[in-house]
C-alpha cells in the first residue's frame, strides 16, 4: 500500500487531526495523493456534530465503497467523531469499511493503516479525555495562514451538544507547547494563527487554575514572523475586560471576534445550559464596539431550540436587526439522540428550517450595509493566489475568516504572490464578494485599522 488520500470533513479542529495523520502517514513512508481514484487506501476523518454532517460523511464512505468496487483502492478507513460516534452502527451497515479509528487514537492511524485488509477490521479506541499528543502536522491551509489548537474536548455539556461524549472532557494544551509550535509555523512562513479550541476562553482553566487566552494571545503577538492572530469561538460570558484589553490594545490581533450566542433568548439559554445570559449577550456587543472600533462580529445562531415558540424566535429577529452582527451562521435545530435537548418539545425540521432562511434574510441585509461601507476603502489582504475562473487574485482582510466568510478579489498592475499581504482599495463587487485592485499609493483617508 503506498499512495494514501485523506478526506477530511467537519471543523478546524478535525482537520487539525487530519493533518497530524498526513504527518504520521508521510513519516511512515507513504505517499499522499489528493485523488482517490488514485490512491491504494482512503482515509475519511469524518464530522458526527449534526445530522447533516452525518449524512455528509456517510456519503463519502459511501463514495469510497464504489471506489473499492471499481478502482484500484483496497482499503477505506473510516476515522473521526462519526467512527467515534457509531462505532457498533458502523461496521454493522457498512461493510465496506476496513477499520474504525476514534478520536482518542489518532496517533495509530498508520499501524491501523498497516493491519486492515481481509477479514481483519481493526477498531482503535483509545481514552478521550487523555492529554493532547504533540504530534507533528503536515499543513493542509494556506498559503501564509494555519489553524492552531490550544485545547480539545468540552465540558459545557449543552443540552443540545454531543461533542464532550465525542470528544472528551476540556483539556488545555501546556502554553510552551502552543508557543512552539507557533513559532515553527512562522518559521515555514504562515503568517496569520486562527486560533480555535472548543471553548479558547476557558483555556487554562484545567492546567492552571485560572483563564490564560489574554496571556496566551499576547504571547503569539510577540514571536517574529506572526502578522495576524484571529480568535475563533469566544463564548460571551467569558468575554472579560481583561481578554478586551488584550484585543484592543494587541495590534496583530485582528479585530474580528467569533462569538457563538446560539439564542438570546434568557429561558431558552438556561434550558440549553448556555452559559450568561441573553441580557449578558445584549451588554457585551455594545461595549466590544466601544472597546474595540471597527471590530466584526460573527456568531452562530440555532432556529427551533427547545422552548422557541413565535415570541422567542421574534426576540431573536429583533435583537439580529438591532445588533447588526456582521457575519452569521444559522442553522435549524438538529436533534441528537443522547442528548437532553433530543426528547424535549421542539417545532419540526420544516419549521426549523423555514425559521433559519428567515433569519439569514435580516443577515444578508447586514451583509450587504456592512459590505456597502466598505467602498472606498483600503484594507490589508492576505494573497491566496489566483483565480483562474475570474481572472482575478483571490484573499482574505481582517473581516474574512477561511471557509466560514467570503473573499476579496483583486486585480493588480504586478504579480501578487500568495501568501503576501497587499493593501486592496475596494471599488465594488463581484457575484456578492467584495471587489478591488492593488493600491499604487497608500491612501490617507478612508483606510481600514484591519490589524
Known sequence: ??????????????????????SQLDDGGFELTDDPAEADAAIVNTCAFIESAKSEAIENIISMGE?????????????????QRYKE??????????????????????????????????????????????????????????????????????????????????????????????????????????VVAQDPTLYGVDLYRERKLSELVRRLCAIEGVEWVRLHYLYPDAVDDELIDAIATEPKVLKYLD?????????ILKSMRRRGTGDDIRALFPKLR????????????????????????????????????ERAGVFPFSPEEGTDAFNMPHVDGEEAARRAELVMEIQEKVMEEYNA?????????????????????VGRSFAESPDVDGYIYFGAQDECEAGEFYDVTIRGDLDGELAGEVAREPEENGTEDNI
Open 67 to 83: 471506489l473499492k468496487k471499481t478502482g484500484k483502492l483496497k482499503k477505506l478507513i473510516v476515522t473521526g467523531c462519526l467512527a
Open 259 to 267: 462569538i457563538p450566542i446560539q439564542h438570546i433568548n434568557n429561558a
Open 373 to 393: 461601507s466598505r467602498l472606498g476603502t483600503t484594507v490589508k489582504v492576505l494573497c491566496e493566489g489566483f483565480d483562474e475562473d475570474v481572472g482575478l487574485y
Open 290 to 325: 466601544e472597546r474595540i472600533p471597527g471590530v466584526v462580529l460573527r456568531t452562530s445562531v440555532i432556529t427551533g431550540l427547545p422552548g422557541e415558540g413565535e415570541a422567542e424566535f421574534e426576540e431573536l429577529c429583533e435583537f439580529l436587526k438591532e445588533a447588526k452582527i
Open 1 to 22: 500500500m503506498s499512495k494514501v488520500c485523506l478526506i477530511s470533513l467537519g471543523c478546524a479542529k478535525n482537520l487539525i487531526d487530519s493533518e497530524q495523520m498526513l
Open 89 to 194: 452502527e458502523l461496521l454493522r451497515e457498512m461493510p465496506e469499511i476496513d477499520a474504525l479509528l476514534g478520536t482518542g487514537s489518532v496517533s495509530e492511524i498508520v499501524d491501523v493503516l498497516k493491519s486492515a485488509g481481509g477479514d481483519t477490521k481493526p477498531q482503535r479506541y483509545g481514552d478521550i479525555n487523555a492529554p493532547l499528543d504533540e504530534a507533528g502536522r503536515v499543513i493542509s491551509t494556506g498559503p501564509g495562514w494555519a489553524y492552531i489548537k490550544i485545547a480539545e474536548g468540552c465540558s459545557n455539556k449543552c443540552a443540545y451538544c454531543v461533542i464532550p461524549s465525542i470528544r472528551g472532557k476540556y483539556r488545555s494544551r501546556p502554553m510552551e507547547n502552543i508557543i512552539s509550535e507557533a513559532k515553527a509555523l512562522a518559521e515555514t512562513g504562515i503568517k496569520e494563527l486562527i
